[in-house]
């Protein structure tokens, strides 16, 4: 039977962990067997720099973790070894770093994510990782609201040239 010190300890880190699944936007649960040492190290620093909290936990803490934050449909999911990663605001930036170690590591693999407190696939999960990044999808958004008014302005010179160079208050 473990001592009362180690169950204190697990239970502090099973508190933790449902803390941070509470105030997360998204996390994806890997398989992270066959991974080298280097390629671990590489892959904890990208998703440091994302902002990304990443970890390796025991199966069982991380199943009473979820079911303290309300999140269910992990049990399933949670054998062999695991790790966590959790991602505070973007919902992106986790599956496509992670997607990405997948694809080129064969034995490491996403089992499964989650938003907003509700289970994904590894197939949602992959769709996530397939979106463009925030800063494509604001740029394409201010092209888009951008091209209308920049259309105009081009309607109106080419009516200017047409005239004569002449504007509209100069011809009245």
Do not use: W
Not at 111 to 123: C, L, N, R, T
Not at 130 to 154: D, G, H, W, Y
């Amino acid at each position: 039977m473990p001592s009362e010190k180690v169950l204190q300890s697990k239970a502090a880190l099973v508190e933790e962990l449902a803390e941070k699944l509470k105030n997360s936007a998204a996390g994806v649960i890997v398989d992270y067997r066959g991974i080298s040492v280097a390629d671990d190290t590489k892959l904890r620093k990208e998703l440091r720099e994302a902002g990304v909290d990443y970890c390796v936990v025991k199966n069982t803490l991380l199943k009473r973790a979820a079911e303290k934050a309300g999140i269910e449909g992990f049990d399933e999911h949670l054998e062999g070894t695991t790790a966590i990663a959790i991602s505070k605001d973007d919902i992106i930036v986790a599956p496509k770093i992670l997607h990405k170690q997948a694809e080129a590591l064969e034995s490491f693999n996403i089992k499964v994510g989650y938003v907003d407190g509700k289970v994904i696939s590894a197939e949602e999960v992959k769709q996530y990782a397939l979106l463009p990044s925030k800063e494509t999808l604001v740029a394409k958004l201010l092209f888009v609201l951008q091209s209308p008014m920049q259309k105009l302005a081009i309607a109106a010179s080419e009516i200017a040239k047409k005239n004569g160079g002449e504007t509209a208050e100069a011809a009245e």
